[in-house]
T-cell receptor
Framework: SQQGEEDPQALSIQEGENATMNCSYKTSINNLQWYRQNSGRGLVHLILIRSNEREKHSGRLRVTLDTSKKSSSLLITASRAADTASYFCATGLQGAQKLVFGQGTRLTINP | GAGVSQSPSNKVTEKGKDVELRCDPISGHTALYWYRQSLGQGLEFLIYFQGNSAPDKSGLPSDRFSAERTGGSVSTLTIQRTQQEDSAVYLC?????????????FGQGTRLTVV
């Protein structure tokens, strides 16, 4: 079964609004990453947060991590049409090398 | 520099045939991953290579699936006796060594259609 689960599965908002996506995971992690996927092809890395960090920023992106709740959120502020994509969280499991991805959130920004 | 390259971009094959999918990772990356993504779904982990260590094959769905990585660089994913349920996009990614906490770079994938 997948380690991470994103919520919601789909999100549609107006351009300029903020978009928040959540990721929950099951086992202890070393780090959590967020990726974006356009048109069902290659993924692009957005941001990584380590297990000892609680919040991280990169441009219009803000990621939080709550290890006690085993959850993370990705906030995109002032959304743009170009932000339309699927967003995935990926966890690096303790004791394992592989990255495990969630099911993703499909984000649509309406002009 | 060049990113992760996958070939072919698209592959249509008849049920029962074998297929080979190729991945050229970024030069110097010692870690290489294969994932499978069905339409509208998440990424399903298949196999992970790290340097000269034994690969993590825990995600391979059946013994029809195999992968190798020659010389620590190019990797080939082979699917024998393809089935319709094998239809998906197969994504390859690579990263620097020491696995975790490292950004993975993805190729554009191979879209496999089994008819």
């Amino acid at each position: 079964s997948q380690q991470g689960e994103e919520d919601p599965q789909a999100l549609s908002i107006q351009e300029g609004e903020n978009a928040t996506m959540n990721c929950s995971y099951k086992t202890s992690i070393n780090n959590l990453q967020w990726y974006r996927q356009n048109s069902g092809r290659g993924l692009v890395h957005l941001i990584l947060i380590r297990s000892n960090e609680r919040e991280k920023h990169s441009g219009r992106l803000r990621v939080t991590l709550d290890t006690s709740k085993k959850s993370s959120s990705l906030l995109i502020t002032a959304s743009r049409a170009a932000d339309t994509a699927s967003y995935f969280c990926a966890t690096g499991l303790q004791g394992a090398q592989k990255l495990v991805f969630g099911q993703g959130t499909r984000l649509t920004i309406n002009p | 520099g060049a990113g992760v390259s996958q070939s072919p971009s698209n592959k249509v094959t008849e049920k029962g045939k074998d297929v080979e999918l190729r991945c050229d990772p970024i030069s110097g990356h010692t870690a290489l991953y294969w994932y499978r993504q069905s339409l509208g779904q998440g990424l399903e982990f298949l196999i992970y290579f790290q340097g000269n260590s034994a690969p993590d094959k825990s995600g391979l769905p059946s013994d029809r699936f195999s992968a190798e990585r020659t010389g620590g660089s190019v990797s080939t994913l082979t699917i024998q006796r393809t089935q319709q349920e094998d239809s998906a996009v197969y994504l390859c990614a690579s990263s620097f060594s020491a696995g975790q906490g490292i950004e993975a770079f993805f190729g554009q994938g191979t879209r496999l259609t089994v008819v």
